[in-house]
């Protein structure tokens, strides 16, 4: 995914993760992608598919709805027809193109 | 060791074997209520052999005549399996746990209303190679949302029969048992199991995924009136501050329900289980016999009953909750706060069972699919003050704890019971983060949970999962917890008392000698030894220490409840210090030889049963130490 963050390419720099946004953030979803840095109890791949089989595939449509309580953390999504509830940390994989406001 | 039921399929007609049907479908889809629907009562729920994962078998005969065995598998989103539930639902549907056959037909069932995750599942099942039905339930909502689905199409595409259906209704029902019947039939007898699947990679889902998105944009159009229900609801219920007090109103309402509405069943219970061993006691001789049936049998199935009618009230609110979408949503707004002691959102659900009795909290930390996190959770269960130590506090604390008002507005008493409470909660906590931070790194597991639409109970389906986990509780706890009473009799009643002894019955036996040579022990805690031996039959359940105490200080009746006289007795021979130290204890003991027994049994190992009596044995003394020399330093040894 590297080149997709060019720091120089206009189109594409607009692009953040989920977990960047907050309460109202919506966009379409541009890749999935696990960095393996440690944080996460599943290796890259395994979270990876599991965000896939959940719905967080490229093209879907993404709105977050709610924030918890405390470090506005976990985080309520809507993704095309569903809902679904992660945490920030998982959010980070996902990055998002952001609807035109 | 007693062991659970295992999986035997139910009793088949010598010769034709009958066709098998296994049902498998994302959470929430409405499996539940198809699998009710199809099969009707005819249900028998057990185990898998050597897991713990519950396998639903009903037998179906439609209106031709044909019979069918259904299986109902744990919810999933792929085949790939991440939690013991999951693993049960894969290796079924391939054919590949021991002892079970592998399915003729599959049977995937779609919530209409939300298909775009259930076509990949849908084309990940018929890679399988089994031939497939897909029934789009709750066809009904997606009628009224207006959302078309182009049935034929759908089955065109997919190259699989395809049927809509309304469970709750039985609309469609027969149908859908006929379709998967013929589709079974029509296909070559099912092979021993399936050995060409593997495992799809990322790059495979998301092929899967392109492909099912493919047929979903063709075939099904975008609802016209989408549910802005659940939307609306959720604004009130996920606020971050009306929803946690809402959640706090749930949670207080449970509390209630479980501890006020039991009540008169638990009283009903006691009464009917004394009447009988009263009954039994006439007509036998006086003897070892009659005391093994008494005080081991009876008075031991009577300490599992009277717990029934808090289990089934507990579980009555767990199962409403998750049926009407509620539970999801309690363990997004927890997840932070469970998060601090490193447990996972869903960690709740069995913390808070362990409030009524640690057994179904045990038990229900098998909605946690990580193993580490349903290990810590399991650990953390048993410190949670279950209803059998009310019993313990509230004799000792009317016995010891004056029954004034502090600052004016507080009960002492109540304040006491309170601390007691709020020490088993930190406890929990503590022990969670301790196990989580410091001996297993780890990054704790992802928290990634669909939120379900939200939905009208169905009584009918929460009815019927109430009365099975009542069920699964009798029969597997109460083996366990039988088989450990009459242990414990054995332990305190032989060898009996030699004759014109003097002291009470019990000082005689093992109990009497085990209690005599931990006293040492025990002493530097300030436990005399009459309180040591209270702890053994104490072992069988937590509440069985007052009628031991009642029968070491031969105060008449050892039945649980108010003990005027007891208390009073107590007050007399213990120290206050003694006491306040007896109450430190009961919130950390390893007390509960049955709890123990059903760790075993989840975790599949003597390991974790060991480490957990361990370590709480450590903490009750440590707390136990340390109240009883502040006590004493504060002048009320």
Redesign the interface.
């Known amino acids: 995914m590297s080149e997709l963050c060019r720091p120089n390419d206009v189109a594409l720099t607009r692009e953040t993760t989920l977990a960047d946004g907050r309460r109202g953030f919506s966009g379409v979803i541009s890749a999935v992608s696990v960095q393996d840095d ?5 290796d890259p ?1 395994e ?9 967080f ?3 879907a449509k993404v709105k977050i ?7 506005r ?2 985080i ?1 999504v809507s993704l ?8 920030r ?2 959010a980070r994989a996902v990055m998002v193109r952001p609807d035109q406001a | 060791m007693v062991t659970a039921q295992t999986a035997t399929p139910l009793a088949e007609d010598a010769g034709v074997q009958p066709i098998r049907i296994a049902l498998v479908g994302n959470p929430n889809c409405g499996k539940t209520a198809m699998f009710n629907a199809l099969t009707g009562s005819r249900q028998k729920v057990a185990n898998y052999a050597g897991v713990t994962v519950e396998r639903k078998e009903g037998r179906l005969t439609t209106q031709d005549g044909h019979t069918a065995i259904v299986l109902d598998l744990p919810g999933t ?2 085949l ?1 399996a ?1 939690s013991p539930d999951e693993v049960v639902t894969r290796d079924a549907v391939l054919g590949r746990l021991e002892g079970e056959t592998t399915p003729d037909v599959i049977v995937c069932v779609a919530d209409a ?2 298909l ?2 259930v076509l ?1 599942l849908a084309l990940e099942l018929k890679a399988v190679g089994r031939p497939v039905v897909l029934a789009l339930n709750m066809i009904d909502i997606a009628e009224r949302q207006g959302r078309d689905i182009d049935v034929e199409g759908l089955a065109s595409d997919l190259g699989v029969p395809v049927l809509t259906t309304v469970a709750t209704r039985r609309r469609g029902v027969e149908a859908l048992a006929s379709a998967a019947i013929a589709a079974a039939s029509a296909h070559a007898t099912a092979p021993s199991s399936i050995t060409g699947w593997t495992e ?3 790059a495979e ?2 092929r899967l ?1 392109t492909t099912a ?1 493919r047929i979903f944009k063709k075939r099904v159009r975008e ?1 016209r009136r ?1 549910d802005t229900m ?2 609306r609801i ?1 604004d009130v219920l ?1 606020h ?2 009306a ?2 007090a809402i959640l706090l109103i749930v949670l207080f309402a449970m509390f209630q329900a479980v501890f006020v509405v039991a009540k008169p069943f638990m009283d009903l219970i006691t009464a009917a289980v004394t009447a009988l061993s009263a009954g039994v006691a006439m007509v036998l001789p006086d003897g070892l016999l009659k005391s093994l049936i008494c005080d081991g049998v009876i008075a031991g199935v009577g300490s599992v009953l009277v717990f029934l009618p808090q289990i089934m009230i507990l579980f009555l609110f767990i199962i409403l909750l998750e049926d009407v979408g509620y539970m ?1 949503r309690a ?3 927890l ?3 469970m ?1 601090f002691a490193g447990l996972h ?1 869903r960690a709740f659900i069995p913390l808070l069972s362990s409030f009524a009795c640690a057994i179904p909290g045990v038990m229900s930390a098998r909605v946690i699919d ?1 193993r ?1 996190d349903r290990l810590t959770t399991i650990m953390a269960a048993p410190l949670m003050t279950c209803s059998a130590r009310i019993a313990v506090y509230t004799l000792i604390i009317s016995a010891f704890i004056p029954d004034k008002r502090v600052l004016g507005v507080v009960n002492l008493q109540g304040l006491v019971f309170f601390s007691l409470y709020a020490a088993g909660m930190i406890g929990a906590l503590l022990v969670a983060w301790v196990m989580r931070r410091l001996i297993w790194r ?12 939200y939905k009208r109970p169905e009584l009918v389906v929460v009815l019927r999962s109430v009365a099975q986990r009542g069920q699964i509780f009798l029969t597997r706890a109460g083996t366990t917890i039988l088989f450990m009473m009459v242990l414990i009799w054995f332990v305190c009643q032989l060898p009996g008392p030699p004759p014109g002894a003097t002291e009470p019955a019990i000082n005689y036996s093992f109990a009497g000698m085990i209690g005599r040579a931990v006293e040492p022990l025990l002493a530097p805690i300030g436990f005399s030894w009459q309180m040591s031996v209270a702890l053994i039959p104490g072992l069988a359940a937590r509440e069985v220490a007052i009628g031991a105490l009642g029968a070491i200080y031969a105060v008449s009746g050892g039945e649980s409840g108010g003990h005027p006289l007891l208390a009073a007795n107590l007050a007399h021979h213990w120290s206050m210090a003694s006491a306040l130290a007896f109450l430190a204890w009961y919130v950390f003991a390893p007390q509960c030889a049955s709890t123990l027994a059903v760790v075993k049994r989840e975790t599949g190992s003597w390991i974790w049963p060991t480490i957990m009596f361990a370590y709480m044995f450590a903490l009750a003394y440590t707390a136990a130490f340390v109240v009883y020399r502040i006590a004493v330093s504060l002048g009320m040894g």
């Open positions: 440690a944080s996460h109890a599943l791949e979270l990876e598919r599991r965000l896939l089989e959940i719905g595939v490229e093209g709805l709610h924030e918890g309580f405390l470090g953390d976990p309520v095309d027809d569903t809902r679904v509830a992660l945490r940390r998982e | 989103y792929s790939r991440r209303t939300n775009r995750l990949r799809p990679s990322a889902l998301r995924h998105e609802a989408p659940t939307g959720d996920l971050p501050v929803g946690i999801a363990a997004f707004l997840d932070r706060v998060g959102g990580n580490r780890s990054a704790s597991e992802p928290f990634l949970m669909e939120l379900p639409a």
